[in-house]
């Protein structure tokens, strides 16, 4: 669906104050290549500045790279905008797409003309999205009126109401309350699933990621550092499982052989370790006398910054 070899997008901006005229050269993005299926979802991550945006908006067409190849479905987005754009949909939860002052099926039906999309579709469409994102109740407010939640849910609907086969989303849940994140989400999942949708996710919240995508790609300063498996992501990178272990009694020696010794607050002590459980609980209990035993997950949260703070991965794609 998505292939990108070696994109590179340079911005020249004139400096002001002391290097007033200079110009400053911005490398947004280096030497990035990766390629995407049919179907996939995959989670574009990075700290602010990393070079998400400006690879999106080549994707889209909006900005012509330096060099490198782009091919979306057959397509070179910014010379062919008209057939590639008819093709893709996108949600900024930042900002709507939606018309300000008009009720929200008017939006819907200027979209349909835009898109030329046919009545019989649009009905079958609409009528789907209304369900599925139950917009019933607000489909005649206008946009301004309408909280975050029914306005992302609108512009879902929007994004959707073509039949694109490429979805950018970008931080589709922000601001919202938990219960109203999952139902978007499970809004992404169904169309995922039913009408074979690629998405492009861009978000700062890992939750999103962890529920939606099992692909994930990170760039930093223009380079992509990691593409792969979320799951392998914490295989590899991620800090150890915890073992939180309640002793009967403080026990004299904390240190159980096999196991790496976090930290001992009188009974409660804490290891590390990777793998299965078992020999570690195994070990733990042949030590001393066991009242209780948990085991903590590294936190997705903790290896993400974990690469973005120590560039762990800036010698090259994992
Ligand atoms: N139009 C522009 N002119 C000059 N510099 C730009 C322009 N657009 C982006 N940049 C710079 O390019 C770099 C990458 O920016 P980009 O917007 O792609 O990052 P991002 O990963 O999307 O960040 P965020 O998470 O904050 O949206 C940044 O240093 C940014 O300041």
Known sequence: MITVHNLKKTFRTRQGGLLRGQTRVMEAVKDVSFSVGRGEIVGYLGPNGAGKSTSIKVLTGLLVPDSGQVDVGGLVPWQDRRAHVARLGAVFGQRTTLWWDLPVTESLELLRHIYRVSAARFRQNLHDFTELLEL?????????????????????????????????????????????????????RHVNATREVTVLLTTHDLTDVERLARRVMIIDHGSLLYDGALAQLQVRYGSARELVV?????????????????????????????????????????????????????????????????????????
């Open 136 to 188: 019933g109740p607000f489909l005649h407010t206008p946009a301004r009126a309408l909280s975050l939640g029914q306005r992302m849910r609108a512009d879902l609907a929007a994004a959707l109401l073509h039949d694109p086969e490429l979805l950018f989303l970008d931080e589709p849940t922000v601001g919202l309350d938990v219960v109203a994140k999952e139902r978007i989400r499970e809004f992404i």
């Open 246 to 318: 309640d002793f009967d009694a403080a026990p004299p020696d904390p240190q159980v052989p096999g196991l790496t010794l976090l930290g001992a607050d009188g009974p409660r002590v804490r290891y590390g370790f990777s793998g299965a459980a078992a020999t570690p609980i195994a070990r733990v209990t042949a030590h001393a006398p066991v009242r209780d035993i948990t085991v903590k997950e590294p936190d997705i949260e903790a290896t993400i910054r974990r690469i973005y703070e120590g560039g762990l991965l800036r010698s090259g794609v994992a």
